[in-house]
């Protein structure tokens, strides 16, 4: 059994900035990817960022330029530093691992998540 501990959330003001961090740990072989979700009140899941194990890293438009994904392949870790932080940007944040084959395939397994909240 592989488990995901997401870590890293909080509040903090509008343009402020926090880092997450997911832990990966149990059965695991190898990553091929990470992925970072986020679900806001009322909203759907939103993929925010992925990054494969070459370190390739893609961005949902609404981050860009603000959120950079990245990990430690030797640490088992995939960490999300979000700057610029918007009221938007509010949510629960949860991280997955899964497979890149032209787009991002999220396993089915998730951490219970972190709350990140913005205040305006």
């Known amino acids: 059994q592989v488990q995901l501990v997401e870590s890293g959330g909080g509040l903090v003001q509008a343009g402020g900035s926090l880092r997450l961090s997911c832990a990966a740990s149990?059965?695991?072989?190898?990553?091929?990817?990470w992925g970072w979700y986020r679900r806001a009140p009322g909203k759907q899941r939103e993929l925010v960022a992925t990054i494969t194990s070459a370190g390739n890293t893609n961005y949902a438009d609404s981050v860009k330029g603000r959120f950079t994904i990245s990990r430690d392949s030797a640490k088992n870790t995939a960490y999300l530093q979000m700057n610029s932080l918007k009221p938007e940007d509010t949510a629960v944040y949860y991280c997955?691992?899964?497979?890149?084959?032209?787009?991002?395939?999220?396993?089915?397994?998730w951490g219970r998540g972190t709350q990140v909240t913005v205040s305006s």
């Open positions: 149990g059965s695991i072989v190898s990553i091929n990817a």
């Open positions: 997955n691992v899964g497979r890149w084959s032209s787009s991002y395939y999220p396993y089915d397994l």
